[in-house]
């Protein structure tokens, strides 16, 4: 029998982690098709990425709200198909059942050395108990303020990813927090032999400016404004509402523009919390732009997405691929899986066509060695 | 001295025409940036592409509006800068005088043959006089109706095409009128040792979805409904209110779709004559499509845009790229020009993406033989 | 006991009909707030209106499947919140208990004359079994073409709605048919000494344009170009998908800006059928307009609702107004029910704010009166 | 001859200032119909307003850029037409010759009683030697933040409103800023026996707003969420992006929300300044709605003005009106001008119709006095 992969999920209980352990369940099942699978598709076939069948899901969490329940929240929302849940309710159960507390709660004074070898444990029991082959871990939880530079603690995230690179777990950051971009974790990610990738997962606004800026460019039209607004509920919309969470999520968004564009033209990004909204996301995009002899023009686009269900798909894509890139023994960060990120790892183009070609390439790599 | 080169513009006093000429002049005299010129940018330098002071304008036309004239009534409709037209009138004035009309007009008894044979000579005494090194035919005539198959006449962008054979000049069909796609020219065009490209500039909505599209296919998301809209006044918004001449429009938009996404999805594609609107171009899509567990999600676009300034600097790219590839002793069609194109001859791809590297190929293939 | 008040619905196994007869269930039972009924917020208390729990549902229909099966696919598309069409399954069986085949179905010969009296003994029979004090007529079928001239027969809506004359039921036209308008129901219309009401619903986009149109023209700004595009799928979608219907909806659409505006602006207005958008439409109108000075501003607007939840509140208010109407003698059209219309009876104005406060006077009216 | 009516505008150099007066110029010229003019319609006919020809204009102003050579500025912008500055040279270098200094310049020591002084002995300066019936002072300056509570100066519109109380003019705010609304201003106003209006024009969004949610609460829709962008550069732009103007200007948008939906529901209001947009802004505002049995609906509207296009010939109206509220003795606040402002008087409805109906009502009043 093949071995088993471990996905452990850092935010285990929130609503993108409770979406990718259903929708797996779902497609293992056959009760769904895979759409918003990348990994599904004809190029990833015969890469040797491990079967979603095969996947084992936990993770930490300082929620305590079961799975089964938030699936029925999130069904409630719209976010799930409304009898998914009932559907995969023993999926749910067992991936809740592997959920260990995350930390510090308020009143926990353990120093950030005992939390990460709490961490570890946990890690090194999931993979022992469930008898893996590997087991890769996932920052899905809320995005943190970026770190004061003075701080003599870690930043919550760099202190799983610490953990991660302590148990053997190749790592995956898809939220614009720190996680192993601290410089007290660069060495031993250095040394490791392990595989890494991030950062902040590409879902909506951020994945259109990445095709459109690589359009005006090559038309040689010159942007002189590109403005937006994102609305959101949720508790993504509710964590974002923090200045600091909202300056770290904004910082990789206009990364794209910059790095396509050569400059970063006019115009502010905003993010607002709008609680009616639920897990449902509209970002506007205001883009200004003169043409032949300066003739003003403009493109606006509305994106109105799911922030859950465009990034679960590629959560379980990153755990296949990533778990392949340690199998086939890479090691260090992966640019090539830079079409996920909106800051992708150093090397990699900001250009989605071009991050395109790059994953293509990374899976010929894979299948030659499969 | 190094030879001119002549672009030859059937159609010669609509707005492109008037736009792309006065936009050269402009520009070879430095009195604007070569904003929305894909030649004018670095990957292009150093390929032997004419310099735009070298390029010499004439063409064919019915209508008798002078050249300077129609450049007030630009500037006045905002698609000119209000002081250009008085700027470049010299140059204005010249190309002005290098057209000859076209035909038939009413009452006009003239075979095919005849017209062909006419406008066969004006090519010739174009080239003749000016002491071109070649002359390159750009058909940017208002789009017809798609002919019908027993039709015993040739529709007229075919006669232009016909002629510009006969006179040795490569041809670029810029509209998505028949030109050289007639089954009674494919003979000619094949034995000519000519090159040429087409079909119907791409400037604004179908230019969007040739980013768009990729990004969904390559993101898994499940395309249901891609519905358009576009509004426009001007001589191009009366031309398409004519419903054989949008069908025919129409026919090309379709094709990016149904290249990149295999399957055309559901829903419809209007082009209105909104007077009021003159030569400003309103396109709005909403794209309804399904992601991860068959979520539904909507991505709209509107693009506010002129047409006339879109579409002239890819004029002058194309006449100069076409020249280029003459004097390399390119013949037959130019895939590797599809960028520029809704409707693109055999062989290329319909993702700008794809067709961006494509031009860079090409531009490379012309640096190493310059 | 208070009488009760019987609603008839033609096309009673619509979506209209349909979450009409659902919610007014779940408002009955408090299991839902009033959102979006008129006629249940303070200016409509102690006007003598039925109560909701006192009305009684049946109607027409050709087709056959019966009203909880419809509740549940309605509930599937997000029409319906998901556990409402178990809550309210016994009075949706009720209803369907109720409806009486419509027609003529293929291969039925039957004349006109045999039709309406078919129809009217359904109405007397539905009255006299549910000792009814009255029963308002409501058409929400689908919308057919306009009538031809010279057709000897009866448009199937005027069939009914002759039917409704003869059983001395008021009647209410929620859709852009002939109905009541036909020259030859002109005669027994006028002498019925019943009130009547029409017609097509406004419950989106001409919702807007209701509000819009005036404010421009108090600004003094001039409208001049209003365009429009409507996405949508169901049933609505399928049978607008008719040329006939369309140009039939689209007259009453055209109206309100004719009327307000004092002439129609350039701008065409689309219907398509986009079976992927279910029940749920999307419009897109754009306006462009001059202001001081001739300079060019625009307005876009894109309203996305369910066409059904927002028509069954309406007729629910309708009925319940007309019955009202009824019980206090006023016979013929009712303009002052205009607010509810995109094509309202003659003497309505086309402005909302206006037709805002004739429906106040007539609350008022019929408050004094209770 | 008819006595003249002076117009003082405070910003006399501004954008807004600047279109006033050439457009008046041109408007009683013949050069120009009077788009935008509400004053200038039917209703206001025979109501004793002064004519536009009748019109003169000065003003306080701390920069020194001559209204000429603004006024080209402008037209270059596509503000005002590209030859109307030429045409109308004479009146603005009249009005330019009236423009007296404001302060305090850096550096300026002079106290606020001082300031006033000086600024009063201007405007009966300007009655005096231009021998008026009266003069109506218009604030049209740069919006401040709201001044402290416990400073102990004046802010500066504030200033301007008490010379224009000690010379005995009526007096306008255009804009967000303090002015007259000072709390050591009150007694002044109250025995001033003037007749004054504010607060804030409403040229837009606002304008909008006020015309949609009453369409809301009148068809008993929820609205949960109302969320909205403002791009704009210009000097507008510049000066909104000082978070207390920004503050300021978002307080009065924000009433029509609150007056009328009777709660302020979830979501923010943005103002970016976008200098590339120039002196032209996009708004965009996001209304999500519940509709029957809780279905939620979103409404989006865009709208592309150009703001001192949108103001100037209110500010015209304005003047003209409150001229024939003084002439006809009308003192204190003017609620039935709310229809021109987002944050009116006491007394006024926040409802677009409501306020139209009123201000009809205002004409008729001084049409039978006149």
């Known amino acids: 029998m093949r071995p088993r992969t471990g996905v452990w999920l850092v935010g285990a209980r929130g609503s993108v982690a409770t979406t990718a352990v259903a929708g797996c369940a779902a497609l293992a099942a056959g009760l769904r098709a895979p759409t918003g699978m990348v990994t599904e598709m004809p190029p990833f076939a015969d890469c040797g990425l491990p079967p979603l069948a095969s996947l084992v899901f936990g993770g930490h969490d300082t929620a305590s709200c079961p799975l089964p329940k938030r699936a029925e929240a999130l ?6 198909p409304p009898r998914l849940p009932g ?4 999926e749910l159960a067992a991936a809740d059942a592997a ?3 995350g930390g510090p709660l308020p009143g926990d004074g353990r120093s950030d050395e005992e939390l990460i070898a709490a961490y570890t444990a946990d890690l090194t029991d999931f993979v022992r108990e469930h008898g893996l082959a590997r087991a890769i871990v996932v920052n ?17 995230s760099s202190r799983y990813a610490a953990a991660a690179l302590r148990a053997g777990c190749p790592y995956i950051n898809f939220t614009p927090s ?4 601290h410089p007290r974790l660069r060495e031993a990610a250095s040394v490791s032999g392990l595989p890494y990738a991030g950062r902040d997962g590409k879902t909506g606004q951020t994945l259109l400016r990445s095709v459109l ?21 949720g508790g993504d919309g509710a964590s974002l509402a923090d200045p600091g969470a909202a300056a770290a999520k904004n910082e990789g968004k206009a990364r794209v523009l910059a790095d396509t564009l050569g400059e970063v033209p006019d115009g502010g990004l905003h993010i607002d919390n709008v609680p009616a909204l639920g897990d449902w996301k509209t970002a506007w995009d205001h883009v200004a732009f003169d043409g032949f002899l300066g003739s003003r023009m403009v493109l606006q686009t509305i994106w109105q997405g799911c922030d859950s269900a465009l990034a679960a798909p590629l959560v379980l894509d990153l755990a296949r691929l990533t778990a392949a890139a340690h199998t086939a023994g890479r090691a260090g960060p992966l640019p090539d899986l830079g079409f996920f990120f909106k800051d992708p790892d150093p090397g990699s183009s900001s250009s989605l066509p071009d991050q395109w070609r790059a994953l293509l390439g990374f899976a010929d790599a894979l299948r030659e060695r499969a």
Do not use: Y
Not at 75 to 80: D, E, F, R, S, T
Not at 140 to 156: C, G, I, K, N, Q
């Open 75 to 80: 069904a409630a929302g719209g976010v799930l």
């Open 87 to 90: 559907a995969v309710h023993a």
């Open 99 to 101: 959920i260990r507390p």
């Open 140 to 156: 899905v939880a809320s995005t943190e303020a970026a770190p004061e530079p003075d701080d003599d603690r870690l930043p919550p």
């Open 178 to 181: 720190t996680g192993l971009h």
């Open 213 to 233: 800026a690589p359009m005006f460019l090559q038309r040689a039209l010159d942007v002189r404004a590109w403005s937006g607004t994102n609305l959101l509920g």
